[in-house]
Every structure is written in structure tokens, then in C-alpha cells.
């Protein structure tokens, strides 16, 4: 019972976004234009996945995932891709693995309403101040408490409620303010 819960407070769900929910949240990123994406809170790589099939050779993805059995299956599907990058890690430490390079986009299904939050304030500020000009970040949640702590960092360029998924989910498109 322990490992569930445990479970729940580090993925914030134990059903994997929809297909439709992910392909909403990419339509927000112009693939064409992008070369270093991340994403946050991979899990079981749902996301991922359709992340490397719009991937250009060009581009680099950042995949961090914090819990270990994640993060080997992952590693073991993409190891034959030279630019994706699975980092067992939190997501805090995005400036460790991606110093100094402008971010065009990052995708995120973290449960930041549940996160410790300072993890959150640092995970937010990295990735304000590291995001390009024209940079967007997609931040899926299950409730609109955060919003306002978003308006601290980021303009709200669109917000969507998505009820195809379980449980339904509000799509944040931030941009650098």
C-alpha cells in the first residue's frame, strides 16, 4: 500500500496521458523551428514516444524521469537514438544536464501541485530564464491551483481543459514574459 501511494506523490496519476491530450499539447510546438525540447515527468514515456517521432535529426531531447524503473525502460527503448537523452534525475537540476542552452520548448506532466515547493519555484525559474525568446513550455495539470505562481515566471499564452483525459487535465501554453 505503501509503494502506491509513494507512487501516486511522485507521478500524480497511475494512468498514462491520452493519446489525444499529447498530441494537443505538441500541437503547441513548431518541430521545424526546435532544437533542444525537454520533458519533464516522462514516466512511461507516453509522451516520449510521440515527442521522437516528430523529433528532426537536428534536435535534442532531454527526457528527465525520476523514478529508477522509468528511467531503465527508457533508456533501454531509446539507446540507439543519438539525441535523446534519458536523465535519471530530477527535473531541478534541468541546468546540470542542459547548461547554458536556450530551451524551444519543454513539455512537462509533472505533479507540481503535490511537488515540494522549492522543487517547484527552481524547476519554474531554470526554465524561465533558459527558454528562448520564441520558446514555449506545455505544462499539463489536474488543477488550476498554480496559476498564479505561473503568472510569476511566465506570460499564459493559452490555457486549455482537456476532458478527454483521466482524470481530465488543464493544458497551460507558457511563454517567457
Not at 500541437?27 to 512511461?44: C, P, R
Not at 509522451?47 to 521522437?52: F, G, H, N, R, S
Not at 522543487?119 to 498564479?148: C, D, K, M, W
Not at 505561473?150 to 478527454?164: G, L, P, V
Request: glycine share 2%; hydrophobic share 40%; charged share 20%.
Amino acid at each position: 500500500m505503501f509503494s502506491y501511494i509513494k507512487r501516486i506523490q511522485t507521478t500524480g496519476t497511475v494512468i498514462s496521458t491520452s493519446s489525444s491530450t499529447i498530441q494537443k499539447m505538441l500541437s503547441y510546438i513548431d518541430f521545424e523551428h526546435t532544437k533542444t525540447i525537454l520533458e519533464l515527468g516522462a514516466g512511461k514515456g507516453a509522451v516520449t514516444q510521440q515527442l521522437t517521432q516528430h523529433l528532426h535529426l537536428e534536435a535534442n531531447l532531454y527526457v528527465f524521469e525520476l523514478l529508477p524503473e522509468f528511467a531503465k525502460n527508457l533508456k533501454n527503448k531509446y539507446q540507439s537514438y543519438k539525441n535523446v537523452h534519458i536523465i535519471h534525475d530530477s527535473a531541478e537540476k534541468i541546468t546540470h544536464y542542459v547548461p547554458n542552452t536556450t530551451i524551444d520548448a519543454c513539455v512537462s506532466v509533472l505533479p507540481l501541485s503535490i511537488m515540494n515547493k522549492n522543487v517547484v519555484h527552481t524547476i519554474l525559474y531554470t526554465l524561465a530564464e533558459q527558454l528562448s525568446p520564441n520558446g514555449v513550455f506545455i505544462q499539463l495539470q489536474y488543477t488550476r491551483r498554480l496559476e498564479n505562481l505561473f503568472k510569476n515566471y511566465f506570460h499564459i499564452a493559452k490555457k486549455d481543459f482537456h476532458f478527454w483525459n483521466i482524470p481530465p487535465a488543464h493544458l497551460y501554453l507558457l511563454r517567457r514574459k
